[in-house]
């Protein structure tokens, strides 16, 4: 009746490094939230975008004129940037749900118990997301393309798409939202109440982030501002910022994975491992 | 190491403590395949830490939880060795029964394919689309119990698990732990109701306030002094026949309880003495009162 006869369970794929990231996909995509997070991110892609497109070469407020559409750097912040900046959060907060809303829904117990080795769940979440935030990333690239070239064509200029700089800013975007994924796991594995790490997540990169920016540029800390998290992506899709010099786009990354992984780590060791009950 | 293989279950020297609260303390026991064995307690015991203990869930304070001689953590397959179902329902709301399973599957090198096969074997084969947010408590049970035969294991265990079932579910459910055990497998199933799993278990095992109170099968549990209540208009006459043969008498009015007689004894005595008897009835210690004695009044019997 139990089946004695159908345990044809092969042991070389146990607890293999695949199978747990294939598991922890499993996990992201048989729920809804992905979906509509991925939807958020599309539109406030498209958006960004459009008002990228729409607004080059007009007054900045910073008391300047942004490049105009006729300047690759101004193509590179609608497709790009833009690409960037409306996927990255929506990204990070499913990759804090990784962690949190298995502690939410005491999913945690399963999934410990299918693995009771912990820091290879951690890893195999911190991967799956990755290859989420590349997903998420893809799609902002085309909700930037497809919303930037048409305000571009209406404003008259050519789209750009033969430029080569154009298509390496989209490769850093995607590459950024990935990251921002991953910091996303390290938050959710450091800060186990789900809502907590994403309002935290939230104040500390429109706000917090912003006033330590200014305030160390002020005091002429530059040096320390650069990495700062947002400053880290700022340079992998931005290049230039009104307010002072960054990282080159690959120390920028680097930065970013040393948040990530420090998250990680030390969410691994202070928080994965208490008792489960 | 064969699937479906039982494993002795061996607690021992188990101590948790949470702050200055010992939920279990120095706890040791033994189970063996092939029995469907009660852990049996009131709500608090430390049934549920002890469980979490075994499956690697809580770190211990002292001592060690084993499975086939090996802690949770260690075993190289832990679903295909053993499968547990845990007293709160883990399951992601907006997740279909059939994902939570195959998502388990792909974590513990099963077949994808098992997930089907589990739901039908719990009867939940035309639901595995439906999220789990809409099951009902008993269907949750079933699901849970799915996802403990995952890998085909030798050991179960299961923490109360009749909870929510209806009396139809509760019925398959005792069916289906005796097949279980049939088989050969070891099968721990804790509960706070001891009529619950009577008709179920082999052997019991008796926790409260985290200490053991009593292991062994029903029936050394069953084995209590027997006890007499005699409705008769001469009390005390009867009292002091009886306090002869060395028995211990209540009197209260017209009606004694005699502890340590069976009802034809006390009868045999009466008759023998010359007293009119107008009931005689033989308690018969019914199993949850000895359940509740144990389990209520720990130190006279430990």
Not at chain 2, 263 to 274: D, M
């Given at each position: 009746?139990?089946?004695?006869t159908t345990?044809?369970?092969?042991g070389?794929?146990?607890?293999?490094?695949?199978?747990?990231?294939?598991?922890?996909?499993?996990?992201?995509?048989?729920?809804?939230?992905w979906?509509?997070?991925?939807?958020?991110?599309?539109?406030?892609?498209?958006?960004?975008?459009?008002?990228?497109?729409?607004?080059?070469?007009?007054?900045?407020?910073?008391?300047?004129?942004?490049?105009?559409?006729d300047?690759v750097?101004?193509?590179?912040?609608?497709?790009?940037?833009?690409?960037?900046?409306?996927s990255y959060?929506?990204?990070?907060?499913?990759?804090?749900?990784?962690?949190?809303?298995?502690y939410?829904?005491?999913?945690?117990?399963?999934?410990?118990l299918?693995?009771?080795?912990?820091?290879?769940?951690?890893?195999?979440?911190?991967?799956?997301?990755?290859?989420?935030?590349v997903?998420?990333?893809?799609?902002?690239?085309?909700?930037?393309?497809?919303?930037?070239?048409?305000?571009?064509?209406?404003?008259?200029?050519?789209?750009?798409?033969?430029?080569p700089?154009?298509?390496?800013?989209?490769?850093?975007?995607?590459?950024?939202?990935?990251?921002?994924a991953?910091?996303?796991?390290?938050v959710?594995?450091?800060?186990?109440?789900?809502?907590?790490?994403?309002?935290?997540?939230?104040l500390?990169?429109?706000?917090?982030?912003?006033?330590?920016?200014?305030g160390?540029?002020?005091?002429?800390l530059?040096a320390?501002?650069?990495?700062?998290?947002?400053?880290?992506?700022?340079?992998?899709?931005?290049?230039t910022t009104?307010?002072?010099?960054?990282l080159?786009?690959?120390?920028?990354?680097?930065?970013?994975l040393?948040?990530?992984?420090v998250?990680?780590?030390?969410g691994?060791?202070?928080s994965v491992r208490r008792?489960?009950? | 190491?064969?699937?479906?293989?039982g494993?002795?279950?061996?607690?021992s020297?188990?101590?948790?403590?949470?702050?200055?609260?010992?939920?279990?303390?120095?706890l040791?026991?033994v189970v063996?395949p092939?029995?469907?064995?009660g852990?049996?307690?009131?709500?608090?015991?430390?049934?549920?830490?002890?469980?979490?203990?075994?499956?690697?869930l809580?770190?211990?304070?002292?001592?060690?939880?084993?499975?086939?001689?090996?802690?949770?953590a260690?075993?190289?397959?832990?679903?295909?060795?053993?499968?547990?179902?845990?007293?709160?329902?883990?399951?992601?709301?907006?997740?279909s029964?059939?994902?939570?399973?195959?998502?388990?599957a792909?974590?513990?090198?099963?077949?994808?394919?098992?997930a089907?096969d589990?739901?039908?074997l719990?009867?939940?084969?035309?639901?595995g689309?439906?999220?789990?947010?809409?099951?009902?408590?008993?269907?949750?049970?079933?699901?849970?119990?799915?996802?403990?035969?995952?890998?085909d294991?030798?050991?179960?265990?299961?923490?109360?698990?009749?909870?929510?079932?209806?009396?139809?579910?509760?019925?398959?459910?005792?069916?289906?732990?005796?097949?279980?055990?049939?088989?050969?497998?070891?099968?721990?199933?804790s509960?706070h109701?001891?009529?619950?799993?009577?008709?179920?278990?082999?052997?019991?095992?008796v926790?409260?306030?985290?200490?053991?109170?009593?292991?062994?099968t029903?029936?050394?549990?069953?084995?209590?002094p027997?006890?007499?209540?005699?409705?008769?208009?001469?009390?005390?006459?009867?009292?002091?026949?009886l306090?002869?043969?060395g028995?211990?008498?209540?009197t209260?009015?017209?009606?004694?309880?005699?502890?340590?007689?069976?009802?034809?004894?006390?009868g045999?005595?009466?008759?023998?003495?010359?007293i009119?008897l107008?009931a005689?009835t033989?308690?018969?210690?019914?199993?949850?009162k000895?359940?509740?004695?144990?389990?209520?009044?720990?130190?006279?019997?430990?």
């Amino acid at each position: 009746m139990a089946g004695s006869t159908t345990g044809s369970t092969t042991g070389s794929m146990t607890g293999s490094m695949t199978g747990l990231v294939r598991a922890e996909f499993l996990k992201l995509t048989s729920t809804r939230l992905w979906l509509g997070l991925l939807v958020g991110a599309v539109l406030l892609t498209a958006l960004s975008a459009g008002f990228s497109a729409g607004f080059a070469g007009m007054d900045s407020g910073f008391g300047g004129t942004s490049p105009g559409l006729d300047t690759v750097e101004a193509l590179r912040n609608v497709y790009g940037s833009s690409a960037f900046g409306g996927s990255y959060l929506f990204a990070a907060i499913l990759g804090i749900t990784a962690m949190t809303g298995e502690y939410r829904y005491q999913t945690i117990t399963p999934t410990f118990l299918a693995t009771p080795r912990r820091s290879p769940v951690v890893a195999a979440k911190f991967l799956a997301n990755a290859v989420m935030g590349v997903l998420f990333g893809l799609a902002g690239a085309l909700a930037a393309l497809v919303t930037g070239a048409i305000v571009i064509s209406i404003r008259g200029y050519g789209l750009g798409l033969d430029e080569p700089r154009v298509w390496s800013g989209l490769g850093l975007a995607l590459l950024a939202v990935a990251l921002w994924a991953m910091i996303g796991v390290g938050v959710g594995t450091l800060v186990r109440n789900q809502i907590a790490a994403i309002i935290g997540l939230i104040l500390i990169v429109y706000l917090l982030e912003q006033l330590l920016v200014f305030g160390l540029i002020a005091l002429d800390l530059d040096a320390v501002a650069r990495l700062l998290p947002s400053m880290a992506s700022s340079a992998m899709v931005q290049a230039t910022t009104p307010i002072t010099t960054l990282l080159s786009w690959w120390q920028g990354a680097l930065v970013m994975l040393g948040y990530a992984g420090v998250f990680t780590g030390l969410g691994t060791a202070l928080s994965v491992r208490r008792d489960v009950s | 190491m064969a699937h479906g293989t039982g494993l002795p279950i061996e607690i021992s020297g188990l101590t948790k403590r949470f702050g200055e609260v010992t939920a279990v303390d120095d706890l040791s026991f033994v189970v063996q395949p092939g029995e469907v064995t009660g852990f049996l307690g009131p709500n608090g015991a430390g049934k549920t830490t002890t469980l979490r203990c075994l499956l690697g869930l809580v770190a211990p304070s002292a001592g060690s939880a084993t499975i086939g001689g090996r802690p949770y953590a260690e075993l190289s397959q832990p679903l295909q060795t053993v499968g547990s179902v845990l007293e709160s329902s883990s399951f992601h709301p907006g997740r279909s029964a059939l994902r939570h399973l195959e998502v388990l599957a792909l974590a513990a090198g099963i077949p994808r394919s098992r997930a089907a096969d589990v739901l039908g074997l719990v009867g939940l084969a035309e639901f595995g689309e439906r999220r789990v947010g809409g099951y009902s408590l008993g269907m949750r049970q079933r699901l849970g119990l799915a996802a403990a035969l995952l890998g085909d294991p030798g050991v179960l265990i299961l923490d109360e698990p009749s909870n929510g079932l209806d009396p139809a579910g509760i019925a398959w459910l005792r069916g289906f732990l005796r097949t279980l055990a049939a088989e050969g497998r070891t099968v721990l199933v804790s509960s706070h109701v001891l009529t619950e799993v009577q008709q179920t278990v082999d052997r019991v095992v008796v926790l409260a306030r985290g200490r053991l109170i009593r292991e062994g099968t029903l029936a050394e549990l069953e084995a209590g002094p027997s006890v007499v209540d005699v409705s008769t208009p001469s009390p005390d006459a009867l009292a002091a026949a009886l306090h002869g043969e060395g028995l211990d008498v209540e009197t209260r009015a017209s009606a004694v309880r005699v502890t340590g007689a069976t009802a034809a004894e006390v009868g045999h005595l009466a008759f023998v003495a010359g007293i009119e008897l107008h009931a005689l009835t033989d308690r018969a210690e019914d199993l949850e009162k000895v359940f509740l004695q144990l389990t209520t009044d720990e130190g006279s019997v430990a």
